[in-house]
């Protein structure tokens, strides 16, 4: 059930207008931008000014722009002069894929076969 639901959210087209973003490109831009400073290089938090996790936490494309743009807390301000919608969807792509736990079974996990 699981597999089948992960082919269907994978293989079902956008809604219209919305940026589907590029992970590799994400994290290229999460590290090029310093988000890593707060967030750590993974989105676990506690980077070294102590930012909230990011990874695991189901955020939408549309919350992470949202907060990119008018943030909550300390976290500067993210105009779209300083960083594009597309810059901002490839950056959530990349949390996104952070998110995602990969389906394994026992045996392909080194640890369980000793």
């Known amino acids: 059930m ?63 722009l949202k907060e990119l743009r008018h943030p909550r807390a300390a976290m500067p301000a993210y105009s779209d002069k300083v960083l594009s919608d597309a810059e901002a969807a490839d950056i959530a792509a990349y949390l996104q894929s952070l998110s995602r736990v990969p389906d394994k079974d026992a045996k392909d996990i080194p640890l369980l076969n000793q």
Not at 23 to 37: P, V
Not at 43 to 63: C, D, F, K
């Open 2 to 64: 699981t597999r089948i639901l992960a082919f269907i959210l994978l293989t079902t087209a956008p809604v219209a207008g919305q940026n589907v973003g590029d992970a590799a490109l994400g994290k290229t831009i999460f590290l090029r931008d310093n988000c890593y400073t707060c967030h750590g290089t993974s989105g676990g938090g506690g980077g070294a000014l102590g930012g909230p996790r990011l990874s695991h936490r189901e955020l939408t494309p549309t919350a992470i």
